[in-house]
């Protein structure tokens, strides 16, 4: 069973900065893509930022220059560096990760249980 376990999220005064992680456990062979989801209340989901394994990066337009996508592909595990955050920014946020499960197997999609991140004074 795979699992994607998000921590890091919390209360921030615009512009501090938080790091959001996400650990890919469980029976993973590979994992192609990582990254990171966003869904303000009444609002539809929205990509931040993804990864591939081979360290290409894709940012919204939104958050270009103030946030950092890394990874750690030893560890299964995915960052996200949030710096000059605002109140738009206050959403669930959300790892993402495209993985199989064997060699043999397709490629598969599973999302974290989201963690909270608000930005406010």
């Known amino acids: 069973q795979v699992q994607l376990v998000e921590s890091g999220g919390g209360l921030v005064q615009p512009g501090g900065s938080l790091r959001l992680s996400c650990a890919a456990s469980?029976?993973?062979?590979?994992?192609?893509?990582m990254g990171w989801y966003r869904q303000a209340p009444g609002k539809q989901r929205e990509l931040v930022a993804d990864?591939?394994?081979?360290?290409?990066?894709n940012y919204a337009d939104s958050v270009k220059g103030r946030f950092t996508i890394s990874r750690d592909n030893a560890k299964n595990t995915v960052y996200l560096q949030m710096n000059s955050l605002k109140p738009e920014d206050t959403a669930v946020y959300y790892c993402n990760a495209d993985l199989r499960i064997t060699p043999w197997a397709r490629f598969r999609n599973y999302w974290g249980q989201g963690t909270q991140v608000t930005v406010s004074s």
């Open positions: 469980g029976s993973i062979f590979s994992i192609n893509v």
């Open positions: 990864m591939t394994s081979g360290g290409s990066t």
